[in-house]
């Protein structure tokens, strides 16, 4: 059993981190109604936490490039969760949590030399933990969104009767749903299905509405971006910025075929306005960081990041994919307003805590005293 004792020490431990250190006056952070709990994760006793733009939900690490709101004091309040767990400092989702504001308290010192009296305080934003140095972040390269030669719609030689349309000699690609113009066809006519043909290429349409054409040129053009070329990656959510034919404000709405995130077929959120034989610099953009490199340190949910075409404010939401850590794909709280090209990504891992100092002499690993109110 890794929890049975094994020795005894000869002067008992001052407290467990979370622990008031004194009978100073504390003061608790002001919660709303049905605040505040514990948000996706639970919350760690002993370490700061961060109250939600909710005003009742509280998260261990930090959603914005803002100070934590208060410190979590154990009272109790921890349970364990796991089959054969034998302690646990985790406050689970939808528990109650008190942030204590001001007061006397005891916290491990995580930071990466000992303490001293009067000594600053600071919080690393991926789990609240106690440093008394500013941890250190990150440096990487990485780009958000893409940009590309892309392609919508078709244009060719066409016959119709009926509803029946022959299309050949085309260039391009045919998605049912496609509008369809040229001479002799009905205004306002779409592609129902594809009656014969290599899909979505030479062969016979059923079109809507009936029409008369002979060997017209006609041209079709929906909500499928065909992308030819990419630098970057392109992800479901992005936003789609081209030239003229190009539909204004649409996304990505699903990958249709071809290289995940890369050259392939994909559907926008809303139809083109005409046939684009070809454009380059055609951008995606939205919240997904890729980063191909990792100068030094780690990149940790709840860091703020910074660079050329980062949103102001925004922090890691998530890793989506890669080594932990590391090279990857991650999620961003805030979207970018343009395709960011690969560039130095600064990660920040952790923020001073205004009003706090150090009020006992700690080595690495061992309880500090942290205190609002000084000696």
Request: hydrophobic share 40%; glycine share 16%.
């Amino acid at each position: 059993m890794t929890g049975f004792q094994k020795q005894v020490n000869l002067t008992p431990a001052p407290a467990v981190a979370g622990d008031f250190a004194s009978a100073s006056p504390r003061a608790s952070v002001l919660a709303g109604p049905g605040g505040l709990v514990a948000g996706v994760g639970g919350v760690t006793v002993g370490n700061f936490a961060w109250v939600q733009p909710d005003g009742v939900t509280v998260e261990s690490y930090g959603t914005g490039t803002a100070v934590p709101n208060g410190f979590v004091h154990r009272d109790q309040q921890a349970l364990i969760q796991n089959y054969l767990q034998q302690s646990s400092m985790n406050i689970p989702v939808g528990f109650p949590v008190t942030l204590m504001r001001q007061g006397d308290f005891w916290a491990v010192n995580n930071g990466s030399g000992a303490s001293t009296i009067g000594g600053a305080v600071y919080a690393r934003y991926s789990d609240g933990a106690v440093f008394t140095a500013n941890p250190s972040g990150a440096s990487a390269t990485g780009l958000i969104g893409s940009t590309n030669t892309a392609a919508i719609g078709s244009t060719s030689t066409g016959t119709a009767t009926g509803t029946s349309l022959v299309l050949t000699s085309l260039t391009g690609y045919v998605s049912i749903g496609d509008v369809v113009s040229g001479t002799g066809v009905t205004a306002g006519t779409t592609i129902v299905s594809q009656s014969s043909g290599t899909t979505g290429l030479a062969g016979t349409y059923i079109l809507s509405a009936a029409s008369t054409a002979s060997s017209a040129t006609i041209t079709t053009f929906g909500t499928v971006l065909d992308v030819s070329s990419t630098t970057g990656l392109i992800s479901v959510g992005d936003s789609v910025a081209g030239g003229a034919g190009f539909p204004a404000a649409s996304t990505i709405v699903s990958q249709i075929s071809g290289t995940v995130g890369g050259a392939g077929f994909y559907r926008l959120s809303a139809p083109a306005t005409a046939y684009v034989a070809s454009a380059s610099g055609v951008t995606t953009y939205g919240n997904v960081l890729d980063i191909t490199a990792v100068a030094s340190g780690t990149l940790a949910v709840g860091d703020p990041v910074s660079g050329t075409g980062v949103p102001s404010g925004a922090v890691i939401a998530s890793q989506v994919s890669g080594t932990s850590g590391a090279v990857g794909i991650y999620t961003l709280s805030l979207a970018a307003s343009a395709y960011a090209a690969s560039t130095t990504i600064t990660v920040t891992a952790g923020i001073a805590v205004t009003g706090w100092t150090t009020e006992s002499v700690a080595a690495v690993g061992e309880l500090v005293k942290i205190s609002t109110w000084g000696i």
